[in-house]
Antibody, heavy 123, light 108 residues
Framework: EVQLVESGGGLVQPGGSLRLSCAAS????????MTWVRQAPGKGLEWVAK????????YYVDSVKGRFTISRDNAKNSLYLQMNSLRAEDTAVYYC????????????????WGQGTLVTVSS | SYVLTQPPSVSVAPGQTASFSCGGN??????VHWYQQKPGQAPVVVVYDDSVRPSGIPERFSGSNSGNTATLTISRVEAGDEADYYCQVWDSSSDHPVFGGGTKLTVL
C-alpha cells in the first residue's frame, strides 16, 4: 500500500523553528517529485514547496522563501521540511504528497497525501 | 499568478446532481485536477486531467473543462459525498501548482 506519514508538528513560538518529516512506503520513493502542501484552519489548500527526485531542484512559494527548506533522504524514504523564523500565519496542517502524472504530457497532480501534521505558531 | 475561483458552497438533495465550477482565465487550455476532502481527512484525487477518474472512484464522478470554466459533476449524490472539493491546475508562468478556494458540498 502506498502510504505517507507525517510527523514533527506541534506548538512553537513566533520566530521559532520546527522540522517536519514524512515517511514514505509502498512505492519507489526516489523516482518521484515530492511536495508539501499546507492548510490553515478553516481555509483552503496552499502549495508550499517541492523537491526533485535526486534533491537537485527545489522550489518554494514566495511566502516561505528564505525561511523554509525542503529536503529528502532517499536512503530512508523520507521527506523533510525545515521551518525557521516561524510566523503566526504559518499555522496550518502540513501535508506531504507525491506528485504523479505523465511526465511532459500532463501537469502533475498529488496522490496520495499523508494524514497531515498540525503546526501552531503562537506565544 | 494564476487564479482559480470556486463558489464557497453547493447544496443538493440525495439522489440529485451536484456541479462544482472552477473558473480561470482560459482554463480550458489547462489540465484540471479535482480533490475531495472530507472533514478531518486528507484530500483525495477524484478526477485528474479534466475528466479521468482514478481507480476506485465511482463512475458518479465526472469532469469537463472548456473556455473559462472547469466543472466537476457528481450524479446521484449520497450523504457520504459531503466534503470540500478543490480544483487544481499547474501555473506555467510560476511553474508551481495552484488550488482553487474550495467548495463545500452539503447534502440536504
Amino acid at each position: 500500500e502506498v502510504q505517507l506519514v507525517e510527523s514533527g508538528g506541534g506548538l512553537v513560538q513566533p520566530g521559532g523553528s520546527l522540522r517536519l518529516s514524512c515517511a514514505a512506503s509502498g512505492f519507489t520513493f526516489n523516482t518521484y517529485w515530492m511536495t508539501w502542501v499546507r492548510q490553515a484552519p478553516g481555509k483552503g489548500l496552499e502549495w508550499v514547496a517541492k523537491i526533485k527526485q535526486d534533491g537537485s531542484e527545489k522550489y518554494y512559494v514566495d511566502s516561505v522563501k528564505g525561511r523554509f527548506t525542503i529536503s529528502r533522504d532517499n536512503a530512508k524514504n523520507s521527506l523533510y521540511l525545515q521551518m525557521n523564523s516561524l510566523r503566526a500565519e504559518d499555522t496550518a496542517v502540513y501535508y506531504c504528497a507525491r506528485e504523479v502524472g505523465a511526465a511532459g504530457l500532463i501537469p502533475p497532480w498529488f496522490d496520495p497525501w499523508g494524514q497531515g501534521t498540525l503546526v501552531t505558531v503562537s506565544s | 499568478s494564476y487564479v482559480l475561483t470556486q463558489p464557497p458552497s453547493v447544496s443538493v438533495a440525495p439522489g440529485q446532481t451536484a456541479s462544482f465550477s472552477c473558473g480561470g482565465n482560459n482554463i480550458g487550455t489547462k489540465s484540471v485536477h479535482w480533490y475531495q476532502q472530507k472533514p478531518g481527512q486528507a484530500p483525495v484525487v477524484v478526477v485528474y486531467d479534466d475528466s479521468v477518474r482514478p481507480s476506485g472512484i465511482p463512475e458518479r464522478f465526472s469532469g469537463s473543462n472548456s473556455g473559462n470554466t472547469a466543472t466537476l459533476t457528481i450524479s446521484r449524490v449520497e450523504a457520504g459525498d459531503e466534503a470540500d472539493y478543490y480544483c487544481q491546475v499547474w501555473d506555467s508562468s510560476s511553474d508551481h501548482p495552484v488550488f482553487g478556494g474550495g467548495t463545500k458540498l452539503t447534502v440536504l
